[in-house]
Antibody, heavy 120, light 112 residues
Framework: EVQLLESGGGLVQPGGSLRLSCAAS????????MTWVRRAPGKGLEWVSG????????HYAESVKGRFIISRDNSKNTLFLQMNSLRAEDTAVYYC?????????????WGQGTLVTVSS | QSVLTQPPSVSGAPGQRVTISCTGS?????????VHWYQQVPGTAPKLLIY???NRPSGVPDRFSGSKSGTSASLAITGLQAEDEADYYC????????????FGGGTKLTVL
């Protein structure tokens, strides 16, 4: 059974940094691209960033480019999101998701989410 | 504003059929990229309902179906049940935004 467990969320001041983690189990982690998606209060889902299975390729939404860094440690089956220069508009629940190539790279499995609040 | 446009809300009575549209453009749906649909019940994680326009993952009831035509896609739900009340999102890839996967703005389904 695929399990994804996010951690690292919390309250941070504007301009601050936070590092999210997503511990994966139940599948061969290094063989799958992974993605971060967020949902701000009162808003819809927003794709944030994705990374290939080996970690050699990554992509970012324009809203976070230059501030967020996605990475992974395949030896520890863990996905990361380093968030710098945080803004109030980054406040959201952040989900990690597993890309499923057999499903057109749809996000077949999701974690329960971790809440990030950016406020002074 | 989202690259993919969905109606903010739809509603229907138990047992009825509803559809949710997702309108894109020539750089996403119209370019042939697959459309995926997710259901998110308040307070829970999103769940994949339909992938690659028309396919249901195992465990998803056949009351849910997807279609695609030109630059638009649709999700249909038949035999509405109270438990279907949730937010629904379409998702695809957009070639005009480097490496970007995009979501629709979401549609709130209310079961009357």
């Amino acid at each position: 059974e695929v399990q994804l467990l996010e951690s690292g969320g919390g309250l941070v001041q504007p301009g601050g940094s936070l590092r999210l983690s997503c511990a994966a189990s139940g599948f061969l982690f290094s063989s799958y691209a992974m993605t971060w998606v967020r949902r701000a209060p009162g808003k819809g889902l927003e794709w944030v960033s994705g990374i290939s299975g080996r970690g050699s390729t990554s992509h970012y939404a324009e809203s976070v480019k230059g501030r967020f860094i996605i990475s992974r440690d395949n030896s520890k089956n863990t996905l990361f999101l380093q968030m710098n220069s945080l803004r109030a508009e980054d406040t959201a629940v952040y989900y990690c998701a597993k890309d499923e190539p057999l499903a057109g790279d749809a996000y077949s499995d999701w974690g329960q989410g971790t809440l990030v609040t950016v406020s002074s | 504003q989202s690259v993919l446009t969905q109606p903010p809300s739809v509603s229907g009575a138990p047992g009825q059929r509803v559809t949710i549209s997702c309108t894109g453009s020539s750089s996403n749906i119209g370019a042939g990229y697959g459309v995926h649909w997710y259901q998110q019940v308040p307070g829970t994680a999103p769940k994949l309902l339909i992938y690659d326009n028309t396919n249901r993952p195992s465990g998803v009831p056949d009351r849910f179906s997807g279609s695609k035509s030109g630059t638009s896609a649709s999700l249909a739900i038949t035999g509405l049940q109270a438990e279907d009340e949730a937010d629904y999102y379409c998702q695809s890839y957009d070639s005009s935004l480097s490496g970007s996967h995009v979501f629709g703005g979401g549609t709130k389904l209310t079961v009357l």
